[in-house]
């Protein structure tokens, strides 16, 4: 994906639900929501607990390795911030721990995309001081 007008899309909007996840992402560490009640990770960062209902939550470090479970090619642009990365990849990860996460697979390779693929998490800087977590294929 070498596109020469590559557009940055808008920073992340955090909420009280997401705060410490975009906070972490900025350090460039990817987080977990954990639940202390069943003890289950869950993704995206919720105020309960998806599997149990509980709202007994802590976070927890992912090591930011997995497998990609489905992907598409954007070919067209949602917004006008996007316009510059068209074609690019959006996929479901399987991350080791157990959650599913969407992002994009970001990289010179990323259009080879393909289910299965070994990916792991890097970071994608955005205005101000944020990141956004995407994912590379990982190298044979």
């Given at each position: ?10 920073a ?124 590379q294929?990982?190298?044979?």
């Amino acid at each position: 994906m070498s596109n020469p007008t590559v557009s940055k899309p808008p920073a992340p909007l955090p909420n009280a639900d997401s705060r410490a996840f975009w906070e972490g992402a900025a350090r460039e560490e990817l987080l977990l929501r954990h639940c202390t009640a069943c003890g289950k990770l869950h993704y995206p960062p919720r105020h309960l607990c998806p599997h149990c209902w509980s709202d007994k939550l802590d976070w927890t470090p992912s090591a930011g390795k997995g497998m990609v479970y489905s992907f598409t090619v954007m070919h067209r642009a949602p917004t006008p911030d996007f316009v510059g990365n068209v074609p690019y990849v959006v996929a479901l990860v399987d991350l080791e721990e157990g959650p599913r996460m969407m992002a994009n697979i970001v990289g010179d390779d990323a259009l080879a995309t393909e289910v299965g693929d070994r990916v792991s998490v890097c970071y994608e800087a955005r205005p101000g001081a944020s990141k956004v977590p995407q994912f590379q294929r990982a190298k044979p």
